[in-house]
Nanobody, 124 residues
Framework: QVQLVESGGVLVQAGDSLRLSCSASGRTISSCTMGWFLQAPGKGGEFVAVIRSSGVSTDNADSVKGRFTISRGDAENTVYLQMNSLKPEDTAVYYC?????????????????WGQGTRVTVSS
């Protein structure tokens, strides 16, 4: 079973950039599809970004297209979320997740392993 630990969440100002990391242990994630989800205060979980095991296929939620980029460093067993042009509405706890299977995953129930989350706060 893979264990995931997110890091990098801090308080930033609108327009700033931030990179979140998700470090895996227990097994390699090279064969896993990896996703990022968020939970904003008072709201349910939302899909943010996903990357296939190959690293070639990625997709983002419309709300972050052009601003966020997901990438993976399999040698480091880590997945990253580069967040640029941050907005106050990006404030949330961000979670990474892993799934084994074909294709991308947009729904949280498709993922079997989750981290504990890292909090990002964007001030206006």
């Amino acid at each position: 079973q893979v264990q995931l630990v997110e890091s990098g969440g801090v308080l930033v100002q609108a327009g700033d950039s931030l990179r979140l990391s998700c470090s895996a242990s227990g097994r390699t994630i090279s064969s896993c599809t990896m996703g990022w989800f968020l939970q904003a205060p008072g709201k349910g979980g939302e899909f943010v970004a996903v990357i296939r095991s190959s690293g070639v296929s990625t997709d983002n939620a419309d709300s972050v297209k052009g601003r966020f980029t997901i990438s993976r460093g399999d040698a480091e067993n880590t997945v990253y979320l580069q967040m640029n042009s941050l907005k106050p509405e990006d404030t949330a706890v961000y979670y990474c997740a892993a799934r084994v299977g074909y294709g991308l995953g947009y729904v949280s129930s498709e993922y079997s392993a989750w981290g504990q989350g890292t909090r990002v706060t964007v001030s206006s």
